[in-house]
């Protein structure tokens, strides 16, 4: 594991130590952030994930006196991709702190990422960052890997890849409620309740 990952990964662990117990009453009932959107793309498998800020859940109508409260609202709405995960304006301002530190702002272009269903023998990954409603990617260049010496841009990306698909796996999904209150209709199971 490269240093920077591990930097990542020990602020992530802090990160989600202080937005539990009694910290809960420390969060701002308005957030402080702009809406901000960080999604991932793999065109070979069409895998999408995301990470919302909680300004992004305030902007969408998601109520609650604190972030935790709206991203309770949050994944508690049916139809939610629940391949996004929403979590605090400062763990996603330090995530994209560190895509800044990786040059995400040199390689990428402005707009958005085409969309999965895209069909592109050079396109494999993305990188998206909407900030205030303004998309910027950085798309993997299949080039890259042929070119010798390995360019920077690719060692970059790669990295800031995995960090940012570690944060994804490490931010909690939650919702209220337990297993008897979800239905799940169309598994094994008879419905409301059963597996």
Known sequence: ???SLLLVLAWLALAAC?????SRQLEPSVPSAAPKV???R???TNLRLGIVNDG???????????ASDRRVAYYSTPG???MVKATSDRLLDGLLEYFEDQGFSRYATQGP??????SNARLTTSLEVIVGGKARTWLFDVDWSQAKPTPKAMSRYLETRNVFLEAHRQIEQYATGGAGDW???GATGSGKGSL
């Open 1 to 3: 594991m490269t240093r």
């Open 18 to 22: 202080s937005g539990t117990g009694s």
């Open 38 to 40: 960080v999604t991932f």
């Open 42 to 44: 793999d065109y070979r």
């Open 56 to 66: 992004f859940l305030a902007s969408r109508g998601f109520e609650g006196s604190t």
């Open 80 to 82: 939610v991709d629940l």
């Open 113 to 118: 990422a085409p969309p999965e269903n895209v």
């Open 183 to 185: 239905n799940f209709e």
